[in-house]
């Protein structure tokens, strides 16, 4: 009765079966996972000023969009959704808007929208006036916990399986070769 050796020659040569998959998972994570080049990186919108009193005006500023692009703009509350209208970006990828907020929207935290491929937010801090309905209280310090679409929820969560199922495949295998070492180490 012969004897294997502990450690088969021809096992250095050949590429472990799990090596393809494995590059084949970190590529496609690695895709998944970057910035959107096609709209610049950082594209944003933001609003100045950040508090404004009820029949206010403020400037809605979007910079590093994708340019000549048109986006739906929404001003949105607890119980208020105001569509305020569409602007188109410059061949900048930039637009400003100079916005009239009604008198009559009581004080909160409101949201501004602006609505394109992907939606870009930025908070907006109401003070209402004795005319609007809330009567002059003031905003409420935080804005509403984000709503995740059903596509984005789906990705984080596919990521998150491929992620728990790539670090067990890793735990089998260094489980498998623990007794393995390489002689001279």
């Known amino acids: 009765m012969t004897r294997r050796s502990a450690v088969r020659p021809d096992r250095r040569a050949r590429s472990p079966r ?22 610049g990186s950082g594209a944003v919108i933001e609003v100045e000023p950040s508090t404004v009193t009820a029949g ?26 105001l569509e305020l209208g569409t602007v188109t970006t410059d061949d900048d990828g930039m637009f400003s808007l100079e916005i009239t907020i009604p008198a009559h929207l ?19 801090n109401v003070v209402g006036t004795p005319e609007s309905s809330a009567g002059g209280q003031a905003a409420a ?9 059903p596509l984005g929820l ?19 295998r260094a489980e498998r070769w623990a007794g393995h070492a390489p002689k001279g180490l």
Not at 18 to 32: E, I, S
Not at 56 to 80: K, Q, S, Y
Not at 141 to 149: G, K, V
Not at 156 to 171: C, D, E, R, Y
Request: net charge negative.
């Open 106 to 124: 009581p004080g909160a935290v409101y949201e501004f929208q602006a609505i394109g491929d992907e939606t870009l937010t930025v908070s907006l």
């Open 18 to 39: 799990w090596r393809r998959p494995a590059l084949l998972v970190v590529a496609l994570v690695g895709l998944t996972t970057g910035p959107a080049l096609g709209h």
């Open 56 to 81: 206010g005006t403020v400037t809605l500023v979007g910079e590093n969009l994708e340019p000549n692009d048109e986006r739906v703009v929404l001003l949105v509350g607890a119980d208020v959704r």
């Open 154 to 172: 789906a990705l984080w969560l596919g990521l998150a399986g491929l992620s728990f199922a790539v670090g067990g495949l890793l735990v089998i």
């Open 141 to 149: 310090a935080e804005p509403a916990p984000r709503e995740w679409s």
